[in-house]
């Protein structure tokens, strides 16, 4: 499902910057370009990253 819909910006690619590292929304726009243009994806691209971390809680403690 599309959560960035400027930037062609996936539930996937939000799980996978996750993966990669991001914690923030401002990692989620320097890698991916969320909220970059309009930002009406932010709370959604928030709510997919904060999903990332309640499914796998390594996530976030592995880069904070
Ligand atoms: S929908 Fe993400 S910047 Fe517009």
Redesign the pocket.
Known sequence: MYI????R?TEKDIEEAASNGATSLRDLRSMLG????????ESAAMEVLFGAFEADPGLYYQVA
């Open positions: 960035c819909l400027c930037n910006v969320v909220s970059s243009q309009c930002g009406t994806c």
